[in-house]
């Protein structure tokens, strides 16, 4: 045992508290008896507070092992996870007494998954750890930490030994130091063909047209043809049969970028008998510098000449394209400054437009400008989506101008001839499509009827408010495909619900393929209802088959508007379109004069003194809370409005520009200058002093800002998109002063756009684009490593084991196990000022109390010395009554055996009988005596 004292200089309070004590008593005698013992007492508890600040370590040499297993989870032996653990569980079922154990799992960082404790069954915490990589240099650190101080250690690694991250050597002097036993299972698995993308690298910076090279490095362990591809964004750039060869093989693509932002580069290469895909493919990316761009997507009904020439003349680099080229990714978006869109229907917008146009704005701060058209805005469909959302008015309308109650009626063909086909879809089906499409620019108050016809027809939707619009739907869907065609019928029936409704507005839409035996003489009586009703009528005729000349006069004469459309995907559109214009306020062709309502920055260098040009129409729109109303029409609906959305700005001019209404600005002096404002308004203009990086660590994205100018008050935020629809937003910490970092975990190869920006109150004073390439983890890359740990073993003194039986083989040195005496001394210390105090406040006399005590113990001994002689007693007795019972039975016995004798026997005489009597009398035992008291028992 050895006795180790950490605070050595607490103790020489002792001589010098017996000192005081000494002094004390001497000065102050007599001591009452009661005195002298309190004066002890608190002599033990300061010696004993003394001995607990000197800190004394009990050192008590025996045999205390622990045992902490470190299982490799990292993908290069991802088939190994639950072999391992079985390997561990055996191994901890058979741990030798009082021995420890715990587990821990490692990949690129290191989880606990079962604690340092005697249990001999492997529970687990169900800790999981970052399985991209293989740093076992980390895995022993963490072993290290959790050993015990005073115990004999051993570490068993099950692991492949191709560790990417960290350095195992480094473990060496350490694990010397500590004299661990250190046993490794090595993972072996059969590497099978392996073909893999080593890297791809571009320049980092790169001007508008100027070729450069992408190079690829791709490793193989064998020969073999493939086929090597190199994609920009999601355009082919080239594509190259090759033959590889066994090592590394390097190839070089050309490219050029005709716009700027930043550009993703994706290489595949597919080779034959390839075991492993996931390393097939390699991403990176550069920077493209140039002017900013402007994109304006022309609608197909819309004339772009007129804002073309004035943002060209202005020296602004625009880029014309029709809406199906659209961009359709946010890394296609972020090649321009602003989007504009002239008078543009939603439905022709590329795929993916309108998903990625919020974050644009929101997140990165790109610009939108709408200009109308009867294209456009709640025309276009709009409504309920991210272009409603961006824009600073609302698609319908309302407050004063908000449209009164409406009831539709739908009647549709479903006649034989609907189910013809055009792109795949039948003629029925798209008329279903489009009347659900109609239901989305409906109100709860609005009323909804749908009639079916062939050469009958059904009441399919019967007269109602579309408080539940899925039932309706369901309905619509169910219609079937039957019979003839039969048109009067159904619009008679038409007719007679729409005269039961109590709406203010009443329209009906009739679509049809065919033509019944019916002309137009013999609809004048219906039609005539249909106008003194104000029940108005509009018709779409599909297809060559149609009777479009009697539709046309149909829907001429019930005050509608009548379609023909042989491209049947239009279908839905034009029902949706119907129901807007149905209410009659939503194209306004008439001329005024805006008002001007705020001196916004747009109108910066427009001379309003002497007032403005009238237009000719607009679209009707309702001005959003947040938004700022800078022009005004004559029934209060915005003409101009603005809105800040997210990071982005967006800009609404409600009227058109391609002279229909817009010919007064067009040719007004200062009309070029307002539509150029429009435009610059949404080009963000944030500029900093700040730099970002973005790198990998394991499958995580780290994230470092540097800008010693960040407000103190101020926060560092960012937010980040994959191309394969991953987003997120956090928030970055100053980890020194000028650097903010954050990390970032990403589970998906690719590229991802990040937007870092500087806040202060609410309000983003800088605004800071990056780009980052996952790129796929390097375990699933060839590794030359695994002979480290061969080093390892070897110069630590260590072993290979094969088996869990071998765990625990070898014997290690015992060690001292250390006991500190602090807590217990305080502990006895604190117990005994209780017992001090309890005697001053009680005024207990110390030495009755002790008396008593005695007195209870002298008292508890001879009740216990008594119970043990009553026990005594008893039995004895028992066994004296056992006893006599076995005599009382022997003497019978005697007794029997002895008359049979005599009987026996024959006597001549009788005075010989009585001879032999006597004798027998004198020789027989008297049993009568055994039934006297104990003292005669003793005698007999």
Same mark, same amino acid.
């Given at each position: ?5 950490? %605070? ?99 990949? &690129? ?120 591809? /190199? ?49 097939? *493919? ?119 101008? @908000? ?9 549709? &063909? ?24 109609? /239901? ?25 408010? /579309? ?5 309706? @739907? ?51 009586? /219906? ?5 003194? &009703? ?35 995907? &239009? ?38 003194? =002497? ?17 700022? =109303? ?78 010693? %100018? ?12 994959? *191309? ?54 390097? @375990? ?100 004296? @009554? ?21 009987? =026996? ?36």
């Amino acid at each position: 045992m050895k006795i180790e004292i950490g %605070n050595l200089y607490f103790l020489i309070l002792i001589p010098i508290i017996f000192a005081f004590i000494y002094y004390n008593y001497k000065k102050y005698r007599p001591f009452s008896k009661n005195e002298f013992k309190v004066l002890i007492s608190r002599i033990v508890i300061f010696i004993l507070l003394i001995l607990a600040f000197g800190e004394i370590t009990l050192s008590i040499k025996g045999r205390n092992i622990s045992t902490v297993f470190l299982l490799d989870l990292s993908e290069s032996v991802e088939g190994f996870e639950e072999a391992g653990k079985d390997f561990i569980s055996q191994a901890i079922e058979n741990i030798p007494k009082g021995n420890k154990s715990a587990v821990i799992l490692f990949g &690129d960082n290191s989880k606990l998954d079962k604690g340092l404790n005697r249990k001999k069954i492997y529970e687990t915490l169900g800790e999981r750890p970052i399985v991209t990589a293989t740093n076992i240099e980390n895995a022993i650190e963490s072993a290290l930490a959790i050993f015990e101080k005073s115990s004999a250690k051993r570490i068993v690694l099950l692991t492949d030994g191709e560790e990417n991250k960290g350095d195992i050597l480094k473990s060496i002097p350490i694990i010397n130091q500590e004299n661990i036993d250190l046993k490794v299972y090595k993972i072996s698995e059969k590497k099978g063909n392996e073909v893999y993308v080593d890297n791809i690298s571009v320049p980092d910076n790169i001007s508008v047209g100027e070729e450069f090279s992408v190079s690829i490095d791709i490793k193989s362990n064998y020969v073999t043809d493939a086929k090597l591809t /190199l994609f920009s964004g999601r355009n082919k750039v080239g594509e190259q049969n090759v033959k590889i060869q066994k090592g590394t093989n390097s190839f070089v693509f050309k490219d050029q970028q005709h716009s700027g932002g930043f550009k993703s580069y994706r290489v595949l290469i597919e080779a034959a008998d390839d075991q492993i895909k996931v390393n097939n *493919e390699g991403i990176t990316f550069t920077n493209v510098t140039d002017k900013p761009y402007i994109l304006l997507i022309n609608g197909i009904n819309g004339d772009s000449q007129a804002i073309e020439e004035i943002l060209t003349r202005s020296g602004a680099n625009v880029k014309k394209i029709g809406p199906a080229s659209a961009p359709s990714t946010l890394n296609e978006f972020l090649e321009y400054k602003t989007v504009i869109l002239n008078n543009v229907h939603i439905d022709d917008l590329a795929k993916g437009f309108v998903d990625n146009l919020e974050t644009y704005v929101k997140d990165y701060g790109g610009g939108v400008v709408s200009f109308g058209g009867e294209d456009a805005y709640a025309l276009g469909g709009y409504k309920d989506t991210n272009l409603e959302k961006v824009l600073p008015v609302y698609m319908d309308k309302r407050g004063k101008n @908000e449209v009164p109650s409406i009831s539709i009626n739908l009647i549709i &063909d479903k006649s034989g001839s609907m189910s013809a086909e055009g792109g795949g879809v039948s003629k029925l089906t798209l008329a279903k499509e489009a009347a659900i499409k109609a /239901l989305e620019n409906l109100r709860e108050i609005d009323e909804i009827s749908v009639i079916a016809f062939d050469d009958t027809y059904d009441i399919v939707v019967p007269l109602q408010k /579309l408080t539940n619009k899925e039932e309706v @739907e369901g309905l619509i869907s169910g219609i079937q495909i039957r019979g003839g065609t039969s048109i009067y019928p159904a619009l008679e029936e038409g007719y007679n619900i729409q005269s039961q409704s109590s709406a203010k507005i009443k329209h009906t839409i009739l679509l049809t393929d065919g033509q019944d035996g019916y002309n137009l003489d013999n609809y004048y009586d /219906l039609l005539n209802k249909f106008n003194s &009703d104000n029940i108005t009528l509009s018709t779409v005729a599909v297809g060559e088959g149609a009777n479009a000349e009697l539709l046309n006069n149909l829907a001429s004469i019930g005050k509608g508007r009548s379609y023909y459309t042989d491209i049947y995907t &239009d279908i839905p559109r034009i029902f949706a379109k119907e129901v807007l214009l149905s209410a009659g306020t939503y194209i306004i062709n008439e001329e005024f004069t805006p008002k001007i309502l705020s001196a916004h920055e747009i109108l910066s260098g427009v001379k309003t003194s =002497e007032g403005i040009p009238s237009l000719l129409g607009y679209i009707g729109t309702s001005i959003k809370e947040n938004a700022v =109303e800078i022009l005004s029409s004559n029934h209060d609906e915005p003409v101009l409005a603005a809105m800040e959305y997210g990071i982005g700005r967006t800009v609404s001019f409600t009227s058109d520009i391609n002279g229909q209404w817009s010919r007064n600005y067009l040719t007004w002096e200062y009309g070029p200058q307002l539509i150029k404002n429009m435009v610059y308004y949404t080009i963000p203009k944030y500029e900093g002093e700040g730099t970002l990086n973005i790198y990998q660590e394991g499958n995580k994205a780290v994230v470092e800002f540097y800008n010693d %100018n960040v407000d103190k008050d101020g926060r560092v935020i960012g937010i980040y998109n994959g *191309e394969n629809g991953e987003e997120g937003e956090f928030e970055l910490t100053q980890v020194e002063p000028g650097k903010y970092s954050a990390e970032i975990p990403l589970e998906t190869i690719g590229f991802y756009n990040f937007n870092i920006r500087e806040e202060l109150n609410g309000e983003v004073k800088s605004n800071y684009k990056g780009g980052f390439a996952m790129q796929y983890s390097d @375990e699933y890359k060839f590794n030359l490593n695994a002979n480290k740990l061969d080093a390892v073993v070897e110069d630590t003194n260590g072993s290979f084991i094969n088996s869990p039986e071998e765990v625990f083989t070898g014997k290690l040195e015992k060690h001292y196990k250390d006991i500190n005496l602090t807590t217990p001394l305080l502990l006895i210390a604190i117990f005994l000022f209780m017992l001090d105090i309890a005697y001053r406040r009680l005024n207990l006399d110390i030495g009755v109390l002790f008396k008593k005590l005695k007195g209870k113990k002298t008292i508890n001994k001879d009740n216990k010395r008594k119970e043990n002689i009553k026990v005594k007693k008893e039995k004895s007795e028992k066994i004296y @009554e056992s006893n006599l019972k076995d005599k009382v039975l022997v003497t019978e016995e005697v007794k029997e055996k002895y008359s049979k004798k005599v009987k =026996e026997e024959k006597k001549p005489a009788k005075n010989k009988k009585t001879e032999k009597k006597s004798k027998v009398e004198k020789n027989t035992l008297n049993t009568d005596m055994l039934l006297k008291k104990k003292s005669d028992r003793n005698k007999i």
